[in-house]
């Protein structure tokens, strides 16, 4: 098959795949590829130290979970880290407390990194990825951003449930 037929035959792929919309595959894969080649990279590392855990405990497992939803909630929701998201989104509203909404912007892979940088669910397995890693490389200095970043989130949903309880004495 020709270079020419080749690349005819990924754009109707493609095409058909968009179903009319401007979805950026390609750079889609490019982020794909620079996340796989990210891991590729820390997998050596980590092989090369042996520092491989065992298994990772039930508590380590919570810690990093907790802290991957929060830093992927910082990164692609906060109103203070929008200019992180600025060269790739616009903004909309507020989106609650301190957090707010955004419209991805430009096309390729300005486009799809505005996905990746706006969409907590997207980021989060990169967040988790880091923290595993974090883990196997460094697991007292991941311990301690982890444990910070829990304790945030345990903190915003003690303000929450005042203000709630605040808006329940007001009411009731």
Known sequence: MSVARAVDAVREERNAYAHGEDRPIGS?????????????????????RRALPDRIGVGDLALLSVASHKLSRLVTKDSVTSFVRAPF???EEPAGEGEVNEQVRGKGLRHAVGELVSCP???SMWAATGFTFGLALAP?????????????????????????????????
């Open 89 to 91: 989104t616009e903004y």
């Open 121 to 123: 669910f997207c980021l």
């Open 140 to 172: 007292r200095a991941t311990r301690l951003a982890a444990a910070t970043l829990t304790a945030v989130t345990v903190s915003d949903y003690l303000q929450f449930a005042h203000s709630a309880l605040q808006r329940a004495d007001r009411n009731g």
């Open 28 to 48: 889609y894969g490019v982020l794909m590829g620079v996340y796989g080649a990210a891991v590729t990279g820390l997998a050596l590392v980590v092989r090369r």
